[in-house]
């Protein structure tokens, strides 16, 4: 949704089919959902495998916090076309996510949707509810929302901020022990928040550059000769999670979004100029056909090593649409500081 909406905003050709395609993913999901009963009535479905719904991992359970992603780009929808069932269906996706709060702020990771049991627990993604909050907003005041996300945001910057426990949250990773398995994702939508809300709060902007230094220190190749990298990647690049240690067009993509808000926010050119190079290295692995490079391509001879030994694994959908959205977002940002 958010790749083909970006395209409509650039003025892309074929902009009114991207849309078409756009809400055609959102009338799907409308139709698509848990059953309107259980613990999460009419929720998404997190996972999809072989024809089911469920996962080898998840089984049943729903990524709750997950859900909240899919709302923000419902959300988005409603803005351009003012179909009221999309911003129904984001609020009622904010409205059943909030009653599984914890008493810390925090959100369970793994709920049952028919007993509402929580599966497991700790979750460092709380973000994804505060920024769909954040974009219900605008359309209408909800004081318990406002109220969840506020202590959500607590939550993160009292708890996860000081441990740096950034455990990987996926769809189709199996519980791990604390610090065994991090990834960046759970990062990059607290710092972009603080960027948006520096001046509501002295703090925010200083916790904000932390993080992403934290993020570029654990998780960024920045070139060929970074020895961590499996695959010589023409940086920088963003490694997906411990156990997936992958350079990800998706990943970076998401990197990317943030370096704009701290330039935004900072007015650094070194953070613009980190989304340019990340961008350039998204495109040098594009393929003849369009796509980019889930895995990461040698920056000299194109290989993978990944499809080479299985050739089943081909590029995500899911991220070079993310790389997409960050593409064109970044050429919207960058045109407009011209401007």
């Known amino acids: ?124 993604s709380a973000m994804e509810f505060v920024e769909l909050v954040e974009k219900l907003e605008p359309f209408g005041y909800n004081q318990r929302q406002a109220l969840a996300a506020q202590r959500a945001l607590d939550w993160m910057l009292s708890s996860v901020c000081t441990s740096h426990n950034w455990k990987a949250t996926y769809e189709d990773v199996g519980e791990t022990r604390f610090y065994f398995n991090l990834s960046q994702m759970p990062v990059l939508p607290l710092v972009r928040y603080l960027c948006r809300h520096k001046d509501e709060d002295p703090t925010y902007l200083r916790t904000a550059m932390e993080l992403n230094r934290w993020v570029e220190d654990q998780f960024v190749a920045f070139g060929p000769d970074d020895e961590s990298s499996p695959v010589r990647v023409k940086g920088p690049q963003v490694f997906e999670q411990y156990i997936c240690w992958r350079p990800m067009d998706g990943h970076t993509a998401n990197w990317i979004l943030t370096l704009i808000e701290l330039h935004r926010a900072t007015g650094k050119r070194m953070y613009l100029d980190k989304a340019k190079a990340a961008a350039n290295a998204i495109c040098h692995e594009q393929y003849a056909d369009g796509q980019f490079s889930t895995w990461g391509r040698d920056y000299q001879t194109g290989k993978t090593f990944i499809e080479d030994k299985n050739p089943q694994r081909r590029n995500w959908f899911n991220g070079n649409a993310f790389a997409d959205w960050a593409l064109y977002k970044l050429t919207l940002y960058v045109n407009g500081l011209k401007n």
């Open 1 to 124: 949704t958010w790749a083909f909406l970006a395209h409509v905003e650039n003025h892309g050709p074929q902009s009114a089919e991207a849309l078409r395609l756009a809400r055609a993913g959102a009338d799907w999901a409308l139709e698509h959902h848990q059953p309107d009963s259980g613990a999460l009535p009419d929720f998404p479905y997190s996972t999809i495998s072989k024809g089911r719904f469920g996962g080898s991992v998840e089984g049943n359970a729903v990524n709750l916090l997950r859900a909240s992603w899919l709302a923000i780009s419902f959300v988005d929808l409603y803005a351009v076309t003012h179909h009221a069932p999309y911003l129904d269906y984001a609020r009622h996706i904010a409205d059943t996510t909030l009653k599984f709060q914890n008493a810390d702020g925090s959100f369970p990771y793994r709920v049952n949707p028919n007993t509402g049991a929580v599966i497991e627990q700790y979750n460092p």
